[in-house]
C-alpha cells in the first residue's frame, strides 16, 4: 500500500482536541496536517472515493517536512460521530491509529451550544435548544444534523462501538479531557507512546480555543443533561473500563 497518513484525532468536538493537534505540533518527529480540520471523510461520498481523492487529502500535509521515522497526523474531531466517516477511514488506511478525547458529556453539550452562539449558528435559549433538538435535527433527515447536535455528539457508546468494530484495540487511543488539562505531559507522554515516538516536553503554558467562563449552566439543565446521559455514560465507562472520575454523570 503506497505511503498514507498515520494517525488522527478522530473525536470528540470541544473536549481538547484543539490543544492536543497544537500540542503535537511541537513534536520533532510529528507532522500534522496544514491547518486543523482537513474534513476530508466526514464529506467524501459513502462510495466512489478515487486515488485522486486522497491526493487531495495528502495535499494538506507539508510532505517536505516527513522524514524517516516521522509519522503524519491530523485533527477532525466530527470524524467519530459523523455516520460513514469511520468507515471510509478504514477504507484509506485500516492499520491507522485513532486517538479519540471524551469530555464529560454534560459539560461537553453545554461547551458546544456556547461555541455556536458566539460563532451566530444558535440564537435559542439553551434550555429550549437541548429540549428540542431532536425536532430541531429532523430538518436534515435522512442525514445527520451537524448543528442541532449539542446531545447527539455527547453519546459516547456508539461511537465507540463503531469504532472496535472497523480498529483493534491497539489501533484506538482513549483520553480524557479532564486528565489532558489536568496533566498535560502526562498525557501526552501517553499519546508519544501510542504513537511510537520519542518522549518530549511540551510547552503546554498556553490554552487553545478556551471560552470564557462567565457564563454558568442552570442547576435544572444540569440536572436534565445528567438523566439524559446516566445510561451512555455508564455503558462509556464499562466500554473502557473507567470510573465516573471527574464526570459527574
Known amino acids: 500500500m503506497a505511503r498514507r497518513i498515520d494517525f488522527i484525532i478522530a473525536g470528540v468536538q470541544k473536549a481538547g482536541t484543539t490543544s492536543l493537534d497544537a500540542f503535537l505540533r511541537q513534536h520533532p518527529?510529528?507532522?500534522?496536517?496544514r491547518k486543523k480540520e482537513p474534513h476530508f471523510f466526514d464529506t467524501r461520498p459513502p462510495t466512489g472515493i478515487r486515488l485522486l481523492d486522497?491526493?487531495?487529502?495528502?495535499?494538506?500535509?507539508?510532505?517536505?517536512?516527513?522524514?524517516?521515522?516521522?509519522?503524519?497526523g491530523e485533527a477532525t474531531p466530527?470524524?467519530?460521530?459523523?455516520?460513514?466517516?469511520?468507515?471510509?477511514?478504514?477504507?484509506?488506511?485500516?492499520r491507522i491509529q485513532i486517538v479519540v478525547i471524551l469530555r464529560d458529556p454534560v459539560e461537553r453539550a453545554w461547551s458546544h451550544y456556547r461555541m455556536d452562539c458566539r460563532l451566530g449558528?444558535?440564537?435559542?435559549p439553551y434550555p429550549v435548544a437541548i429540549r428540542q433538538e431532536r425536532?430541531?435535527?429532523r430538518r436534515a433527515l435522512p442525514e445527520q444534523d451537524r448543528e442541532r447536535s449539542y446531545l447527539a455528539r455527547s453519546y459516547y457508546a456508539p461511537q465507540i462501538r463503531e469504532l472496535r468494530r472497523l480498529f483493534s484495540d491497539d489501533q484506538l487511543l482513549f483520553l480524557r479531557?479532564?486528565?489532558?488539562?489536568?496533566?498535560?505531559q502526562k498525557e501526552l507522554a501517553k499519546v508519544c507512546r501510542f504513537l511510537g515516538v520519542a518522549a518530549h516536553q511540551f510547552d503546554i503554558a498556553e490554552r487553545y480555543n478556551a471560552a470564557p467562563d462567565e457564563d454558568r449552566m442552570s442547576s435544572d439543565d444540569r440536572d436534565y443533561l445528567r438523566r439524559v446521559f446516566a445510561h451512555d455514560a455508564a455503558?462509556?465507562?464499562?466500554?473502557?473500563?473507567?470510573?465516573?472520575?471527574?464526570?459527574s454523570v
Open 29 to 33: 518527529d510529528i507532522c500534522m496536517a
Open 54 to 72: 486522497y491526493w487531495l487529502y495528502h495535499r494538506q500535509f507539508d510532505w517536505n517536512a516527513w522524514r524517516d521515522g516521522s509519522v503524519l
Open 78 to 94: 466530527i470524524i467519530s460521530w459523523w455516520s460513514g466517516a469511520l468507515e471510509r477511514v478504514w477504507t484509506y488506511n485500516p
Open 121 to 124: 449558528r444558535e440564537t435559542l
Open 135 to 137: 425536532e430541531r435535527a
Open 177 to 184: 479531557s479532564e486528565d489532558l488539562a489536568g496533566d498535560s
Open 235 to 247: 455503558e462509556t465507562r464499562a466500554l473502557l473500563g473507567w470510573d465516573q472520575g471527574a464526570w
